[in-house]
C-alpha cells in the first residue's frame, strides 16, 4: 500500500520527521510523500523526489490521506480544510472532534506515536470516528504499522494514557536507566563505564522482553531463581516504587488531556 498513495504530512518538526523517516525507510517512494511546514524549506531525510511545501492546503489537495504532526499550540492557527479524505493525527490532546474542526474532514483518526518511528520501533494506538471506513482502517494500520507497531483501540480516552506510556521514548524507560547509572556511580564505577553497561542491558531487556514470555513472566522467573536479582526485585515491590511510577504517569495522563 505505501507505493499506491501518496501521503502528506503537515508538520515537519521532530516527530514529522520521524514518521516521515520510517515511511521512506520501509519503502514508500520519495515521490509519494508530502511534507508541509511553515517555510517550506526540506528539512533532512534519506530519501529522494519528496516534495516541502508552506501551503498545507496544496498537500491535501496532491495527498490521499494527510497526517496532522503540530504542536497543540499550532493547531489553532491550522488553515486548511480536508473533507473528503481521511486526517491521522498524533497531535497530543488534539480529540476527534477537534481534527474534524480543524480541518472539515468526516473521516477523523486519533493516534499517538514516538519518535522511535524512525527506526521503525514506534508503537502507536489508534481511535476512528464513525466516518471512517474499512479502507481508511487497512491504510491506518499500514501507515503506522510501516513505522512500528499499532493497534486500533475502541476507547479515545486511553489515547491519553499511550500520551505517558509510550509516547514520550525513551523518556520513563530513560529515567529508569539513568537513575541504575548514577546508583553505579556511587559504587565507584566510572561515569562511562556505567552508562554503556547500562545501555546494553535495556537493549538486551527490550530484545528479550519483545516476544515470548511477558515481562511479569520475567520477574517471576527471576524470584523462582531465587537470585541476587530476586533480592532486589522483592525490595521494589515493598517499596513505594509501583505507587510512584503510577502516580507520575497519572500526571503526565492528566498533562495530555489539559492541552
Known amino acids: 500500500m505505501l507505493d499506491t498513495i501518496t501521503f502528506g504530512i503537515i508538520g515537519s518538526g521532530m516527530l514529522g520527521r520521524a514518521i516521515a523517516q520510517g515511511l521512506l525507510a520501509a519503502?514508500?517512494?520519495?515521490?509519494?510523500?508530502?511534507l508541509a511546514n511553515r517555510s517550506g524549506a526540506p528539512v533532512p531525510l534519506a530519501g529522494e523526489g519528496l516534495t516541502f511545501t508552506a501551503d498545507p492546503q496544496a498537500l491535501a489537495r496532491a495527498c490521499d490521506a494527510v497526517l496532522l504532526c503540530l504542536p497543540p499550540a499550532a493547531v489553532p492557527a491550522l488553515q486548511v480544510q480536508i473533507p473528503d479524505r481521511?486526517?491521522?493525527s498524533v497531535v497530543a490532546g488534539l480529540s476527534r472532534d477537534g481534527i474534524r474542526r480543524a480541518t472539515g474532514t468526516r473521516r477523523a483518526i486519533r493516534a499517538m506515536s514516538s519518535p522511535a518511528a524512525e527506526l521503525r520501533l514506534a508503537y502507536t494506538p489508534w481511535v476512528a470516528c464513525d466516518g471512517?471506513?474499512?479502507a481508511d482502517r487497512a491504510l491506518t494500520t499500514a501507515i503506522f504499522g510501516a513505522v512500528g507497531t499499532t493497534d486500533q483501540i475502541a476507547d479515545e480516552a486511553h489515547i491519553d494514557d499511550f500520551t505517558a506510556l509510550t509516547g514520550p521514548v525513551p523518556g520513563f524507560a530513560a529515567y529508569f536507566a539513568d537513575s541504575m547509572i548514577r546508583h553505579a556511580v556511587t559504587c565507584g564505577i566510572p561515569k562511562a563505564i556505567a552508562t554503556r553497561a547500562i545501555r546494553q542491558l535495556?537493549?538486551?531487556?527490550?530484545?528479550?522482553?519483545?516476544?515470548?514470555?511477558?515481562?511479569?513472566?520475567?520477574?517471576?522467573?527471576?524470584?523462582?531463581?531465587?537470585?541476587t536479582t530476586a533480592a532486589g526485585v522483592r525490595h521494589l515491590q515493598d517499596s513505594p516504587f509501583d505507587a510512584a511510577l503510577?502516580?507520575?504517569?497519572?500526571?503526565?495522563?492528566?498533562?495530555?488531556r489539559s492541552l
Open 86 to 88: 481521511p486526517v491521522l
Open 132 to 134: 471512517v471506513t474499512d
Open 202 to 227: 535495556f537493549r538486551a531487556a527490550g530484545e528479550m522482553m519483545q516476544d515470548g514470555e511477558t515481562p511479569a513472566q520475567h520477574v517471576q522467573g527471576m524470584i523462582d531463581y531465587a537470585g
Open 27 to 34: 519503502g514508500m517512494p520519495g515521490r509519494n510523500l508530502w
Open 246 to 256: 503510577s502516580a507520575a504517569l497519572t500526571a503526565a495522563t492528566e498533562r495530555a
